[in-house]
């Protein structure tokens, strides 16, 4: 048509706009009509199927609705099974989409049951397996209960038994010291022990060190210095390393290893610095223990622990470098081994004395009682004798004694004497004989009592048997039958030869008298002449034979 139209350039797009402008008015008009004629026969056919469904509900069997809206709900489903693709109003009603939301919370409770069910299953067969000892299903159980009964798991765990025991002790272990449940004396830390220990007997060297470690912590050193040194034969350096500084300590008379292998920790410990490493191989070449001894070198290496860093040593460490000064101050002053320089030796020695060390007090306090180094100086001497005394010295406190009573001595003062023999009397064996003489002549302001003496001979010899001053003394009294002792001439010269095998040499002497004067034994000329060669030996002094 508008081709036909004497229109000419300018006129003709005008008019096109115009036109399809017009044609797209008409199509919206038609489409909003034809939406509208849609929605009212729509909401008709809506309405007798409502009608419909509500009528063939109340001719069947049920005379009602399953629930409020069904009638409509069942109307909804079928116009959208019939529409598929026609936007629709939603003409269902809330009791529709509880029950839709129902439906759904039903099927996923009924999931959710299911798995746990399944769960639940699982669980009970785990744990039958467990009972029957699987060690598989004990270890799975044990992990599990590992967050909410750690007891319960750590006696699942130690229960384990096959190819995954070490592993079952580990996990035990782990868990008793992850959850702080090994307190000392408890039925759990028994059980760490115990793990500690059969993983130490089947060959793990982290177990015998860590066994060590709860050694030391009750302080039961031998056991510790056992598995320490278990584990240091092993290869294990840090336990080489504990067992040097438990032999430094002086905690123990030895060391459970090859001496050579021992002093090889030491001197790799005292390489990388250990205080305890350099004291203790210096001691080794000191006295020729288990090495060869060398002492220029057990020098240098008292040095090295006296130049240690003060910042970097510990309580234990500061003991150890005490002893290194005073035995560096011991080879100096007395030119042992090393060049003398008695000033060097005795101020070394003064040093470790102020800073605590009982034995340099007591070589300090010699020094000036003999002017060794330093000028002759009593009154310092019996200063010193009592600050090593103070410190649990016995040699110290009878040396100190001794001055006191001595009435050539400048302190002469009995009444200090016999206070310090009294002090020491109850743990020191020379201290304790000393003061039972004392009570028994009624010594020094003491009234006699041979009753209580008595007594204080015998507490010596039950208190220190193998000492051999209190077995001399014993024994010269059991053989004359003095002190209300029983005369007894075979016993007591047992006595007087097992003071000598414990290093009395005044037994020795005792022994030559007895044999040559036949007391309580015929006499002997050439068992007294074996005696008197003994005695002799052993630097024995002369005593009368009458």
Not at 383 to 394: D, Y
């Given at each position: 048509?508008?081709r036909?139209?004497?229109?000419?350039?300018?006129?003709?797009?005008?008019?096109?706009?115009?036109?399809?402008?017009a044609?797209?008015?008409?199509?919206?008009?038609?489409?909003?009509?034809?939406?509208?004629?849609?929605?009212?026969?729509?909401?008709?056919?809506?309405?007798?199927?409502?009608?419909?469904?509500?009528?063939?509900?109340?001719?069947?069997?049920?005379?009602?609705?399953?629930y409020?809206?069904?009638?409509?709900?069942?109307?909804?489903?079928?116009?959208?099974?019939?529409?598929?693709?026609?936007?629709?109003?939603?003409?269902?009603?809330?009791?529709?989409?509880?029950?839709?939301?129902?439906?759904r919370a039903?099927?996923?409770?009924?999931?959710?049951?299911?798995?746990?069910?399944?769960?639940?299953?699982?669980?009970?067969?785990?744990?039958?397996?467990?009972?029957?000892?699987?060690?598989?299903?004990?270890?799975?159980?044990?992990?599990?209960?590992?967050?909410?009964?750690?007891?319960?798991?750590?006696g699942?765990?130690?229960?384990?038994?096959?190819?995954?025991?070490?592993?079952?002790?580990w996990?035990?272990?782990?868990?008793?010291?992850?959850?702080?449940?090994?307190?000392?004396?408890?039925?759990?830390?028994?059980?760490?022990?115990?793990?500690?220990?059969?993983?130490?007997?089947?060959?793990?060297?982290?177990?015998?060190?860590?066994?060590?470690?709860?050694?030391?912590?009750?302080?039961?050193?031998?056991?510790a210095?056992?598995?320490?040194?278990k584990?240091?034969?092993?290869?294990?350096?840090?336990?080489?390393?504990?067992?040097?500084?438990?032999?430094a300590?002086?905690?123990?008379?030895?060391?459970?290893?090859?001496?050579?292998?021992?002093?090889?920790?030491?001197?790799?410990?005292?390489?990388?610095?250990?205080v305890?490493?350099?004291v203790?191989l210096?001691r080794?070449?000191?006295?020729?223990?288990?090495?060869?001894?060398?002492?220029p070198?057990?020098?240098?290496?008292?040095?090295?622990?006296?130049?240690?860093?003060?910042?970097?040593?510990?309580?234990?460490?500061?003991?150890?470098?005490?002893?290194?000064?005073?035995?560096?101050?011991?080879?100096?002053?007395?030119?042992n081994?090393?060049?003398?320089?008695?000033?060097?030796?005795?101020?070394?020695?003064?040093?470790?004395?102020?800073?605590?060390?009982?034995?340099?007090?007591?070589?300090v306090?010699?020094?000036?009682?003999?002017?060794?180094?330093?000028?002759?100086?009593?009154?310092?001497?019996?200063?010193?004798?009592?600050?090593?005394?103070?410190r649990?010295?016995?040699?110290?406190?009878?040396?100190?004694?001794?001055l006191?009573?001595?009435?050539?001595?400048?302190?002469?003062?009995?009444?200090?004497?016999?206070?310090?023999?009294?002090?020491?009397?109850?743990?020191?064996?020379?201290?304790?004989?000393?003061?039972?003489?004392?009570?028994?002549?009624g010594?020094?302001?003491?009234?006699?009592?041979?009753?209580?003496?008595?007594?204080?001979?015998?507490?010596?010899?039950?208190?220190?048997?193998?000492d051999?001053?209190?077995?001399?003394?014993?024994?010269?009294?059991?053989?004359?039958?003095?002190?209300?002792?029983?005369?007894?001439?075979?016993?007591?010269?047992?006595?007087?030869?097992?003071?000598?095998?414990?290093?009395?040499?005044?037994?020795?002497r005792?022994?030559?008298?007895?044999y040559?004067?036949?007391?309580?034994?015929?006499?002997?000329?050439?068992?007294?002449?074996?005696?008197?060669?003994?005695?002799v030996?052993?630097?024995?002094?002369?005593?009368?034979?009458?």
């Amino acid at each position: 048509m508008l081709r036909d139209m004497p229109l000419n350039s300018v006129q003709r797009p005008v008019v096109l706009s115009l036109a399809v402008c017009a044609m797209l008015l008409m199509s919206t008009r038609g489409v909003a009509g034809d939406s509208w004629r849609d929605f009212t026969n729509n909401r008709t056919q809506w309405d007798d199927q409502i009608r419909d469904i509500r009528a063939r509900r109340s001719s069947g069997s049920s005379s009602s609705e399953p629930y409020p809206g069904y009638a409509r709900d069942r109307a909804a489903e079928i116009f959208r099974e019939n529409h598929p693709n026609r936007v629709t109003q939603n003409w269902g009603s809330n009791a529709y989409r509880i029950r839709v939301s129902a439906e759904r919370a039903r099927a996923e409770a009924a999931r959710v049951a299911a798995e746990e069910a399944a769960r639940s299953r699982a669980l009970e067969k785990l744990y039958a397996a467990s009972n029957a000892g699987d060690a598989n299903a004990m270890m799975e159980v044990a992990a599990r209960e590992a967050q909410t009964s750690p007891a319960a798991a750590v006696g699942k765990y130690v229960r384990v038994q096959g190819p995954r025991r070490e592993e079952a002790l580990w996990a035990a272990v782990r868990l008793i010291r992850n959850c702080g449940l090994g307190t000392p004396g408890s039925e759990l830390e028994l059980r760490q022990r115990l793990a500690l220990e059969e993983l130490s007997l089947r060959g793990d060297v982290i177990a015998t060190r860590e066994r060590a470690m709860l050694s030391d912590l009750d302080v039961d050193v031998y056991v510790a210095l056992q598995y320490s040194t278990k584990a240091a034969l092993a290869g294990d350096e840090p336990s080489q390393r504990r067992v040097v500084r438990i032999f430094a300590d002086g905690k123990v008379d030895g060391v459970p290893a090859p001496a050579e292998k021992v002093y090889a920790w030491c001197r790799a410990a005292g390489e990388a610095g250990d205080v305890g490493g350099q004291v203790m191989l210096g001691r080794a070449l000191f006295w020729g223990n288990g090495i060869a001894q060398n002492l220029p070198e057990a020098l240098v290496w008292f040095q090295k622990a006296i130049a240690s860093d003060s910042k970097k040593r510990t309580f234990e460490e500061d003991a150890l470098r005490l002893q290194a000064m005073n035995l560096a101050g011991t080879m100096l002053l007395m030119g042992n081994g090393v060049p003398e320089d008695k000033p060097e030796g005795f101020a070394l020695l003064r040093k470790a004395a102020e800073g605590g060390n009982e034995t340099a007090a007591l070589n300090v306090a010699n020094c000036y009682l003999s002017g060794d180094g330093v000028d002759k100086n009593p009154a310092e001497a019996v200063h010193w004798f009592e600050r090593a005394a103070e410190r649990g010295n016995a040699e110290a406190a009878r040396t100190v004694a001794d001055l006191y009573f001595s009435p050539d001595e400048a302190c002469y003062d009995e009444a200090a004497g016999l206070r310090w023999t009294q002090r020491f009397s109850k743990r020191d064996p020379r201290a304790m004989i000393t003061y039972a003489q004392f009570v028994r002549d009624g010594r020094y302001g003491l009234r006699p009592d041979p009753v209580k003496a008595k007594e204080l001979f015998d507490g010596a010899f039950v208190k220190f048997p193998d000492d051999d001053y209190v077995l001399n003394a014993i024994g010269v009294m059991t053989l004359k039958g003095l002190n209300d002792f029983t005369p007894d001439a075979a016993r007591g010269i047992a006595l007087l030869k097992q003071a000598y095998e414990h290093g009395s040499a005044i037994s020795a002497r005792s022994l030559q008298k007895i044999y040559t004067k036949g007391l309580g034994v015929p006499a002997d000329p050439v068992e007294a002449g074996r005696w008197q060669e003994l005695a002799v030996a052993a630097g024995a002094p002369e005593i009368p034979m009458e």
